[in-house]
């Protein structure tokens, strides 16, 4: 009976050791660098972008959500027939002790008609993993900011130049 009990019990010990790699370790998550590209003039998707740092083991996120709209999906970018065209995805495998980029062009949160609201200078953004559940994200919204007439508070946003080259005609 005793003996039963041991056996069992050293069974039980080794199922749960067995495979202890780091994909079973707790996952230890935070999100760093969140910016938000806001829609073009006159379109409506914006794209959340920010680095999933993980120090445990591994997790997945499951998908994003924020008050700013009701439709968010899992982007990704893939080149197709010498194109790169973005994708949803179901989720997103967050590694082991690594950190997964949602950048331009590659990873990213899809936010489809999007409200932001005047004079919002963050837009929360809730990300949901299979493991470490939710994680709470506040998005700079730097250009909103810059748009907006005058802020209360006397801010100043400071005009960057923007690096990129813009297809604009002006009185062409
Ligand atoms: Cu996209």
Redesign the pocket.
Known sequence: MLKAFFVGFFALALVSCGGGDANDATPVISVQNATLRLPAPGQTKG?AYFDVINLGGKDVLLSAATPFSSRVEL?THLHEDGMMK?RQVDNVDIDPETVTHFKTGGL?V?IFDMEVPEGAAHMPLTLNFAKSGTVEVNVMIGEAGAMSEHKMGGHKMENKEDTENHDMHKGD
């Open positions: 794209a982007h973005m990213h899809m």
